[in-house]
């Protein structure tokens, strides 16, 4: 029995651990912009991604942590597929405590000595990441040492869908 228990427990950890976020909330990554925008989270309208391949939708309205923040909506092929959130620096520390309690341990982060450049130095980035790397969690520095956080929930397609664009794109320019 204490066996059988052991394997079920063992079990339910491995898949458990397999799972990434499908999304945030009621917004399900593989939504169209239609269905994003019907979800009423903010008042989401288009933003230029700057990424071939790649459509945002965009709002400065989006509650989080009891504030209005910006956050934007990625789209590849039409499908959602990641969400950033800016949340404001003020709450990082909170935010790795409840990503942490949430999700566990990081699956990936920067090592110290690149959280301490974001303090000290300029255009510097660290990371958390969380759940297989589909939350991730960034301190960034600008060049003028401005500091802010973005909070990314994506899909694990992101990246690949985006290859594989980019690819096909390329056609036979290779």
Do not use: W
Not at 112 to 122: A, Y
Not at 158 to 171: A, K, N, P, V, W
């Amino acid at each position: 029995m204490k066996s059988t228990i052991q394997h079920i427990f063992i079990l339910f950890s491995l898949c458990s651990s397999l799972l990434a976020v499908d999304g945030y909330k009621e917004l399900k990554f593989g939504m169209t912009k239609k269905q994003v925008q019907n979800e009423g989270f903010c008042s989401f309208e288009e933003l230029d991604s700057g990424t071939k391949g790649v459509e945002a939708l965009v709002c400065f309205d989006f509650q989080f942590g009891g504030e209005s923040v910006e956050a934007v909506a990625f789209f590849i092929q039409g499908n959602f597929l990641r969400l950033g959130i800016a949340p404001s620096l003020d709450v990082a520390l909170s935010l790795v405590e409840g990503l942490t309690k949430k999700y566990g341990q990081p699956s990936a982060a920067s090592d110290t000595r690149e959280f301490d450049d974001v303090d000290r130095l300029p255009n510097r980035e660290a990371f958390i990441a969380y759940d297989n790397n589909t939350v991730v969690l960034k301190i960034m520095s600008d060049e003028n040492y401005y500091q802010s956080a973005l909070l990314l929930y994506t899909s694990p397609k992101y990246d690949i869908r985006l290859s594989e664009f980019q690819q096909r794109s390329l056609g036979d320019d290779l």
